[in-house]
């Protein structure tokens, strides 16, 4: 019976251990996507850009599925987009795990960026992704990025209406 008890305090000890570990890590990780989210948000290309390994991929999923290696082609990349418009980056953390020297999260964003399918101004999208890290040193670089935009319900227009469903939410 004694080693019944120690052995459950044992794993209740473990699993305490366990979610202390998790939560230092995904605090961690949160704060990297922090220095993101702010690095996006004021627009410095080449900051997002130091987030990456020298070798490290950006994959957007919407639209077209492009694939951006090495951290020129990203910082080439954010450029792009910030010339566009894009701004207003909100990042969730919603998950994160590591195994010795790799480590990966996912999560959920909103951004304001153009319309996919012209227009004017900016429309609030969502979007979810998942990234790999590799520590270098006692920080960790991006390894790959995925990015997916969510797809948006189209609105039914009002009977009687000629104007067509909206495929994007509306601008702020």
Do not use: C
């Amino acid at each position: 019976m004694t080693e019944l008890a120690v052995g459950l305090v044992s794993h209740a000890a473990a699993q305490a251990q366990s979610s202390a570990t998790a939560q230092v890590l995904k605090r961690k990780f949160q704060g990297i996507s922090g220095k993101y989210q702010a690095a996006f948000n004021n627009k410095d290309a080449a900051g997002v850009a130091a987030l990456f390994a020298e070798s490290g991929v950006l994959i957007v999923g919407v639209p077209g599925n492009q694939v951006y290696s090495g951290r020129q082609a990203v910082e080439d990349f954010y450029e792009g987009a910030f010339k566009q418009g894009s701004s207003d980056l909100q990042v969730t953390v919603e998950d994160v795990h590591s195994s010795g020297e790799v480590s990966w999260t996912r999560g959920s964003f909103t951004e304001m960026r153009p319309p996919m399918q012209g227009g004017n101004g900016l429309v609030q999208v969502q979007g979810l992704f998942g990234s790999v890290y590799e520590r270098e040193g006692d920080d960790h670089k991006i390894v790959q990025l995925t990015v997916f935009l969510k797809p948006t319900a189209p609105t039914q227009p009002a009977v009687g209406s000629s104007t067509p469903p909206a495929s994007e939410s509306t601008s702020k």
